[in-house]
């Protein structure tokens, strides 16, 4: 068990561009959580998943935001027409069946909007 | 709605003594899940510490204890013989019964320097 891994670790672009975001979560876990944090705030929750199914999205996810994870497995967080406020770090999180209150972390995605 | 307050941004406490974190929290549940982590400059976030709102014990893990106050809504960690390797932002944390959502709600972080 490798635990979370997330791709690319940073990502620069420019205004306007498309950028999307890989995150593998802990084999056999059934909830994954994508968070966005800005610098000198925690974690703001953004959508989860419970195997493949989208159970919940934040206001803060506009319509430029989505987020698939068409197998259950890895997931994927895309960001259209990307603006400078977008600029964060993207986490992705992964809790098992059992305790799913208990949440692993990847290292995230650190994305700048020039 | 669910906050969770820092309110203190940075401390600093000397290797090998104790500090103390402090968490405030608001909400109507009467049953839910508190959580530390710590977040080191390689920007992992890691578990410290649980605590389930309806176990009156605090929840130890070693050097991480908690203190928690159901009625005052509190939360505080303690840190015993701190290490430079404690040297964090450390995020307190609230996440409501999975009954009505399972989103956990961060506080803004408070940043702990370790002096050697």
């Known amino acids: 068990d490798t635990g979370v891994s997330q791709d690319p670790r940073h990502k620069i672009t420019k205004r306007g561009q498309n950028v999307t975001f890989r995150c593998d979560p802990i084999?056999?876990?059934?909830?994954l959580y994508w968070y966005r944090q800005t610098l000198g705030q925690g974690p703001e929750f953004l959508t989860y998943?419970?195997?493949?199914?989208?159970?919940?999205k934040s206001r803060l996810l506009s319509d430029r935001f989505s987020a698939e994870r068409p197998k259950g497995s890895f997931s994927t967080l895309e960001i259209q027409r990307t603006e400078q406020g977008d600029s964060a770090m993207y986490l992705c999180?992964?809790?098992?069946?059992?305790?799913?209150?208990?949440?692993?972390f990847g290292p995230g995605t650190r994305l700048t909007v020039l | 709605a669910q906050t969770v307050t820092q309110s203190q941004p940075e401390m600093s406490v000397q290797e090998a003594e104790t500090v103390t974190l402090s968490c405030t929290y608001d909400t109507s549940e009467s049953d839910y899940y508190l959580f530390w982590y710590k977040q080191p400059p390689s920007r992992q976030m890691i578990l410290v510490i649980r605590?389930?709102?309806?176990?009156?014990q605090n929840a130890t893990e070693n050097r991480f204890s908690v203190n928690f106050q159901k009625a005052a809504k509190s939360f505080s960690l303690k840190i015993s013989d701190s290490q430079l390797g404690d040297a964090a932002m450390y995020f307190c944390a609230y996440n409501p019964p999975w009954a009505v959502n399972d989103k956990i709600i961060f506080g803004k972080g408070t940043r702990l320097h370790i002096l050697p």
């Open positions: 999180a992964s809790s098992p069946w059992v305790r799913e209150d208990e949440q692993f």
């Open positions: 605590q389930e709102a309806y176990k009156q």
């Open positions: 998943f419970q195997n493949e199914a989208q159970l919940e």
């Open positions: 084999s056999e876990h059934n909830r």
